[in-house]
């Protein structure tokens, strides 16, 4: 029997173990942490019979070396044991590329980009579902790409809020791809490829702008027809000479197309140009989107022209973008207080995507921003908390540098609360004293100097503000919760 490693005991990884077991392999799956939870899911998979070793690295014994490894999302592509690994002749992939060659029949659509890939996703799966196409959301998004290929002919399963989907049937996967997953892939070719946004991000992994580039271009390359955000500036630098088959998209109007096909908006409306001499077509009305913001129009574009490319009609689309709300940790409003709207952005981790949110919200904002920063150029950012911003609250390690930072282009209306806990009350205290429409968390860093992931962090802000909006009011530091969330943070490392 053949045997397979997979490194990771997350939701990639357990699917992937799985996959692989479904598929005869001898599998043993290994993790460097260990905790209560991980030691629950060993003893779950030793009874599917997949090994798993916990709080140890992977190790690579001539006299039983596997003959594949798969990699969860979360682990560098160049870690020694995986450069050893392939000097080897290992075959190493990661577990998006193992559930494409389970897949690879289906038609897929790929989303990448720096920001806005998971809120396009979203919607690109909302619109085909609304199409009772059956298009489940996986990847970087929704079910482990795995999931989706286990399930196939495993009867029926939740999609969505509540909808049965029999995956024997699927039309479509809809997969947002993190630059982490394109590294891993060989040999993923979607149907259809969309790229939404490039700027710097993940640098501390890929090292250059170009190594970044090029990996989210893999993707794009390998994709049959393709998509792009024309009004992003470095891909529409690009332009033609680097992609001169694609659809591009503009929210400014057809003037501002890069090629002679492809989506922009004009007097209201989403138009598709879909060939050079075709007569432009208005398919959906941009105001039945409910999300705020110019970024969310780009994603609109490229969205609808997805759905299009796929074959579905207007009004399918129509429907579907007047019943999407959104997505969680990105710009979701979360309750109003006194007039004061809190809105949670904890899904803006670098500042591209954090100036977007404070751009896209009412002025005048208090600001909660820090956490562990991220290399890239935060002017722009700095830029819009100066013109926006009433107060900005800092937490988490990036505090004391993002007040420095603040202090050098001559905003000093700064708090440094160190902690969510703190931030939510002096938020409204200062919302009340500088009539600020808007409290917005929008970290423009990660989370993992105090959270396990964006997520938890979205939610901890969000069960804070519908407390305070309740009436609750802190007599102290929730300390006991924040000792809890840094264990959490060791045992996830």
Not at 281 to 290: A, G, M, T
């Amino acid at each position: 029997m053949s045997k397979a490693t997979v490194i990771g005991l997350g939701k990639s990884g357990v699917a992937a173990a799985r996959l692989l077991k479904r598929e005869g392999w001898e599998v043993e799956l290994s993790d460097g942490n260990t905790s209560k939870t991980l030691l629950e899911q060993q003893q779950e998979l030793a009874a599917e019979q997949i090994t798993v070793k916990l709080g140890q690295s992977l190790e690579l014994n001539r006299a039983n070396l596997p003959q594949l490894i798969v990699v969860s999302p979360g682990v560098p592509w160049d870690i020694p044991v995986l450069i050893k690994a392939r000097q080897l002749g290992i075959e190493t992939i990661g577990e998006i590329e193992l559930a494409w060659r389970n897949l690879q029949s289906l038609p897929w659509v790929g989303i990448t980009g720096t920001n806005g890939k998971t809120t396009t996703t979203a919607l690109i799966a909302a619109i085909f579902q609304a199409a009772e196409l059956y298009a489940p959301a996986c990847g970087n998004i929704g079910y482990a790409a795995c999931e989706v290929a286990l399930s196939q002919g495993a009867g029926s399963r939740e999609q969505g809020a509540g909808e049965k989907f029999d995956n024997s049937s699927i039309d479509w996967v809809i997969a947002e791809v993190s630059s982490y997953q394109i590294e891993s892939s060989s040999s993923l070719a979607p149907r259809i490829g969309v790229w939404t946004t490039f700027t710097p991000d993940h640098l501390s992994r890929h090292q250059t702008l170009e190594n970044y580039y090029n990996i989210k271009a893999k993707l794009l390359r390998q994709s049959e027809l393709q998509v792009f955000n024309g009004d992003d500036a470095y891909l529409s630098q690009l332009g033609l000479s680097a992609w001169p088959d694609a659809y591009w998209t503009s929210v400014r109007g057809k003037d501002f197309l890069i090629s002679e096909k492809g989506f922009y908006i004009e007097d209201g409306w989403v138009v598709e140009k879909l060939t050079a001499t075709s007569a432009p077509e208005p398919i959906v009305k941009v105001s039945s989107l409910r999300m705020v913001g110019e970024h969310n129009q780009q994603n609109l574009l490229m969205a609808v022209a997805t759905a299009r490319l796929a074959g579905i009609n207007r009004d399918a689309i129509a429907r579907a973008i007047r019943e999407f709300p959104g997505v969680a940790h990105r710009l979701e409003h979360i309750c109003t207080w006194e007039g004061i709207d809190f809105i949670n952005d904890s899904k803006a981790t670098n500042y591209d995507a954090a100036e977007v949110g404070l751009a896209s919200v009412n002025s005048p904002t208090i600001l909660i921003a820090g956490g562990e920063a991220k290399a890239g150029d935060d002017n722009g950012w700095l830029a819009q908390i100066q013109t926006k911003a009433a107060a900005v609250l800092l937490i988490g390690s990036a505090a004391p540098a993002f007040a420095k930072r603040l202090q050098e282009v001559g905003y000093d209306n700064y708090h440094i609360v160190k902690t969510m806990e703190r931030a939510v009350p002096k938020s409204a205290e200062l919302a009340k004293q500088y009539q600020a429409r808007v409290v917005l968390l929008s970290p423009a860093c990660a989370s993992f100097d105090q959270y396990p992931n964006f997520e938890v962090r979205g939610d901890r802000f969000r069960h804070l503000c519908l407390a305070w909006a309740g009436g609750w009011k802190p007599a102290r530091v929730d300390l006991p919760f924040e000792n809890s969330i840094q264990e959490s943070i060791v045992q996830s490392r």
